[in-house]
């Protein structure tokens, strides 16, 4: 069955010189794709002239809107070209993004594998400096992270990415001359300070990119990555440590934050040829997949394509804060990442199940694989059904019961297992939490990029508290009862959330509303189609 062309009346009769149509915002693109007397061109019609007016304004911050306003476009989804263009996207930003995330999430969790290497005798840390250290982190994450995120809506993502990974390799080098407890905590709390724009900006990126019904599996892809850090994790601590202990005289544990560090550096200057910008003026597109690109968000987004409205930072602060569903966001995202907090403990806790050494770092990998067949499982599965609550209160309410039934239990083996399973089910609905958000605040861009920043913000604070709740060892029963009350939690959110959602839908909202008042005017006065009807997702 051919797919259905996205309707030209609800985008034909917009002039071309309203000033919404000429956004700065990133995915200002593809607000005209058909004649203004709404005769269709093909993608590859060969009477189009494809090349801008040499005057025409091509920075970062007017990005090039000259071909998506003056070029009409028919979009189908599901076409060969869309296909082509998704793969062609895919192919370019996904392998950047993930292998980068992997790294940062390696260079900032290396610290748990550290500390059983040897760095808590050298540097004689107590279990009050360590959680101390781990939370210091998130000091600084929080501190900058609404900021970069506001930042990077003016900015080259292709630039600012790679510049924060360089920052964030370097500083993570710096790790490895640490002499004292106290210079610990402070480059700690610098690495965090650089990190921070990283993975809300790369959320932003990919929402700037991707229909909603695709979003969850790229961010599970990207999750997956980062878990799959914590495997990694282990092997390439495991071998740094015990094979280069005391080379040339410094201790193996020195040694991991140097090739850690010193990789992430590299990999920075490499994806600046790859990474992408916005649809608009990304390099490796040719003209006519730009104006795909934004086509497709159009027909995606139509009252979001139609009345791009531009906010300064503040007001587009302003405009995320007084939102009430981005309450009911960050307290899901919240609730989920106070639940992953044993992640920093994960090598000490295999210790206490009876593995030393090596051995003990080794068997955090089988946890994380669980984790990453978890977030592939659940977000490929969200987004063929269309559905967010559910497959947000479901696998964290059975998180909630492995944690639970740990607190409970003492044998090792079955602790182990237990957890596995908890972490399927918390790292698992973390993508869909993020991706049900970009699409219940995705208007507009400025506006996404806050919330999406705010969400993650409120989200890490999780791990201010949740570093000291492990500290009873070797039964952790705080740790497991609170992250069980976590994840119960959650579940209990999104179902309120998505019944609140339902009845209150986000067209109802303050700046929503103003914002496409001109065209609630233009429908009732005929000169606009009302839209048609989207498929739901949930």
């Known amino acids: 069955m051919t797919p259905p062309v996205v309707p030209p009346a609800s985008l034909a009769s917009v002039s071309l010189s309203t000033p919404s149509l000429t956004a700065h915002s990133p995915t200002a693109v593809g607000s005209e794709i058909f004649h203004a007397d709404q005769s269709p061109l093909k993608l590859n019609d060969p009477s189009i002239d494809w090349s801008p007016p040499s005057s025409q304004n091509t920075s970062t911050e007017k990005p090039f809107n000259y071909l998506f306003e003056n070029s009409p476009r028919v979009y189908i989804p599901g076409s060969e070209e869309d296909k082509q263009l998704v793969r062609t996207i895919d192919l370019h930003m996904l392998p950047c993004i993930c292998f980068l995330y992997l790294l940062n999430y390696l260079d900032r969790s290396s610290i748990g594998n550290a500390r059983i290497g040897g760095m808590g005798q050298d540097l004689e840390l107590s279990s009050a400096d360590y959680s101390l250290a781990v939370l210091i982190f998130f000091v600084g994450y929080l501190l900058a992270e609404i900021p970069s995120n506001m930042l990077l809506t003016r900015v080259r993502p292709s630039l600012f990415i790679p510049l924060i990974t360089f920052s964030w390799g370097l500083v993570a080098t710096l790790l490895s001359v640490v002499k004292t407890k106290e210079g610990l905590i402070g480059v700690r709390f610098v690495l965090g300070f650089v990190e921070s724009g990283f993975f809300p900006g790369v959320i932003f990126l990919l929402s700037s990119w991707y229909r909603k019904s695709e979003l969850a599996k790229r961010i599970g892809f990207l999750y997956t990555a980062g878990i799959l850090s914590g495997a990694f994790g282990g092997l390439i601590s495991g071998g740094v440590i015990t094979g280069l202990d005391d080379a040339r005289g410094i201790r193996g544990w020195r040694w991991l934050f140097i090739i850690e560090g010193a990789i992430t550096m590299f990999a920075s200057i490499v994806v600046v040829f790859f990474m992408p910008d916005w649809p608009s003026n990304t390099k490796w597109l040719t003209l006519e997949q730009r104006a795909l690109a934004g086509a497709r968000l159009a027909a995606d987004r139509p009252a979001h394509a139609q009345s791009q409205i531009i906010l300064t930072h503040l007001q587009a602060f302003k405009a995320a804060v007084t939102d009430w569903r981005i309450y009911l966001f960050c307290f899901m995202d919240l609730m989920i990442l106070s639940g992953t907090t044993i992640s920093y403990f994960i090598p000490t806790i295999t210790q206490t199940l009876g593995y030393t050494g090596q051995m003990a770092q080794f068997m955090t990998v089988p946890i994380y694989v669980c ?67 970009s699409r219940e605040l995705n208007f507009p861009d400025s506006k996404r990029a806050v919330s999406q920043a705010l969400v993650n913000t409120v989200g890490n604070s999780a791990s201010i508290y949740g570093s000291f709740l492990w500290s009873d060892a070797p039964q952790f029963t705080t740790g497991f009862v609170s992250t069980a009350v976590f994840c119960f ?5 999104a179902i309120v959330g998505h019944l609140l959602f339902t009845k209150y839908p986000s067209r109802t909202t303050g700046l929503d509303r103003d914002a496409r008042v001109s065209i609630d005017i233009q429908r009732s006065i005929g000169r606009l189609e009302k839209p048609k009807q989207e498929d739901p997702v949930v």
């Not at 063929?384 to 607190?407: E, L, S």
């Not at 083996?413 to 237990?418: Q, T």
């Open 371 to 437: 984790a990453c067949a978890g977030i592939l499982a659940i977000s490929l599965s969200a987004d063929f059904f269309k559905d967010r609550v559910f497959h947000v209160a479901i696998p964290t309410a059975i998180a909630g019961v492995m944690y639970a039934t740990c607190a409970g239990i003492s044998s090792p083996e079955a602790r182990y297992g237990l957890i596995c399973i908890g972490f399927a089910g918390t790292y698992g609905a973390l993508p869909i939490v993020l991706a049900w958000l």
């Open 489 to 493: 939690s959650c579940a209990i959110a």
